[in-house]
T-cell receptor, first 115, second 112 residues
Framework: EAGVAQSPRYKIIEKRQSVAFWCNPISGHATLYWYQQILGQGPKLLIQ????????DSQLPKDRFSAERLKGVDSTLKIQPAKLEDSAVYLC???FGAGGSNEQFFGPGTRLTVL | TQLLEQSPQFLSIQEGENLTVYCNSS?????LQWYRQEPGEGPVLLVTVVTGGEVKKLKRLTFQFGDARKDSSLHITAAQPGDTGLYLC????????????FGTGTRLQVTL
């Protein structure tokens, strides 16, 4: 079974530029998560989708970050404009359902460096 | 301030040694999970504990959930180089649908 796919794996941009990340979850998984993992810290949830609806985006900096999952399958996360402090690994995860008994499967992440 | 504090932050040991990693909070969690993350990869779930005092074993790894469900520990017996990685605890504060809050992480290096 294919895992969670993310692209690109690495991205280097200058501050104030825009960037977008793509995630394709495991087939059949209704719940999709985007996490931000700053170096030396654990992942922090940015946004959770259930199918194509947003369940939790309380920690998403909405002035510069946006995410969508239009058809309830793959998802994109965008940063516009990027700041230095956005340098991090952006992890996408998916699970069959939203309940705690549903294991989250993580993709390899996109490492973003903002110069 | 982090909701889940892990200690130690870094641990470098030799093959065959035992070690314990701690995950502490002042909050009560409905469940707690442990993950291992290798460089360039996402975290992989090792175990989920839900009952206070619960102990689970996974080969050489022993996980314990505190009686009050505020803390947890991970003990590795006879560490091997393959155990090298970032160990993360993560808990749910509310019901089963509440979001996962990750700890600060413990980076383990096991050398020959």
């Amino acid at each position: 079974e294919a895992g969670v796919a993310q692209s690109p794996r690495y991205k280097i941009i200058e501050k104030r530029q825009s960037v977008a990340f793509w995630c394709n979850p495991i087939s059949g998984h209704a719940t999709l998560y985007w996490y931000q993992q700053i170096l030396g810290q654990g992942p922090k949830l940015l946004i959770q989708f259930q199918n194509n609806g947003v369940v939790d985006d309380s920690q998403l900096p909405k002035d510069r970050f946006s995410a969508e999952r239009l058809k309830g399958v793959d998802s994109t996360l965008k940063i516009q404009p990027a700041k230095l402090e956005d340098s991090a690994v952006y992890l996408c995860a998916s699970s069959f359902g939203a309940g705690g008994s549903n294991e989250q499967f993580f993709g390899p992440g996109t490492r973003l460096t903002v110069l | 301030t982090q909701l889940l504090e892990q200690s130690p932050q870094f641990l470098s040991i030799q093959e065959g040694e035992n070690l314990t990693v701690y995950c502490n909070s002042s909050s009560v969690f409905s469940s707690l999970q442990w993950y291992r993350q290798e460089p360039g990869e996402g975290p992989v779930l090792l175990v989920t504990v839900v009952t206070g005092g619960e102990v689970k074993k996974l080969k050489r790894l022993t996980f314990q959930f505190g009686d009050a469900r505020k803390d947890s520990s991970l003990h590795i017996t006879a560490a091997q180089p393959g155990d090298t990685g970032l160990y993360l605890c993560a808990g749910r504060l509310g019901g089963t649908a509440s979001k996962l809050t990750f700890g600060t992480g413990t980076r383990l290096q096991v050398t020959l």
